[in-house]
């Protein structure tokens, strides 16, 4: 089956999971900075506004301490993955629905995994520690989008579970 806004679903994914790609190379070079002394780029350091037309003023304190650079860096890096982990089972799952097999029970394992996925990284954001002028500050948050990700992953695989098990009873029916 060709569906335009499934296909149009499955390259946005790619270009994505690119995306969260190159965003995990950024943090695997800003955690790598305290270890070999690397300096970071002047617009960083400065705190201008013309690096790559992002204001980062607001991020200085993000820059401002080595605990601060490897603790964001290794957090990022593990919702990156998480979210290109999630986005290869949506694509998984988009192309059952386009071969016409969407109710197959690879369908409920993949949006198990999405749901498994989003629980874990709204378990890793609940906490975010930050260490300015010599003072530790921990901040407690919920990132309900991660939550509500997973829940209605968790209920579509059940969906499709119960798809799946009403398609092989009709297989049996003559």
Do not use: C
Request: aromatic share 12%.
């Amino acid at each position: 089956m060709k569906n335009k806004i499934l296909q149009s679903a499955k390259a946005l994914s790619r270009l994505m999971q690119l995306g969260y790609l190159l965003l995990i190379l950024l943090y695997l070079y800003l955690l790598m900075t305290p270890v070999f002394d690397w300096s970071l780029p002047a617009a960083l350091a400065s705190g201008e506004h013309n690096w790559l037309l992002i204001d980062v003023s607001e991020a200085q304190e993000l820059f401002s301490s080595t605990f601060n650079i490897i603790f964001f860096s290794i957090r990022a890096i593990i919702l990156s993955s998480l979210l290109i982990l999630s986005l290869q089972s949506l694509i998984k799952i988009i192309s059952s629905i386009n071969s016409l097999s969407a109710f197959q029970m690879e369908s409920g394992k993949h949006f198990t995994r999405v749901g498994i996925f989003m629980f874990v990284s709204f378990i890793v954001t609940i906490l975010e520690f930050n260490y300015a002028n010599h003072d530790l500050t921990v901040t407690f948050s919920l990132e309900l989008q991660y939550l509500l990700l997973a829940i209605l992953s968790w209920v579509l695989a059940e969906v499709f579970k119960e798809g799946n098990r009403l398609w092989e009873d009709n297989q049996l029916t003559i």
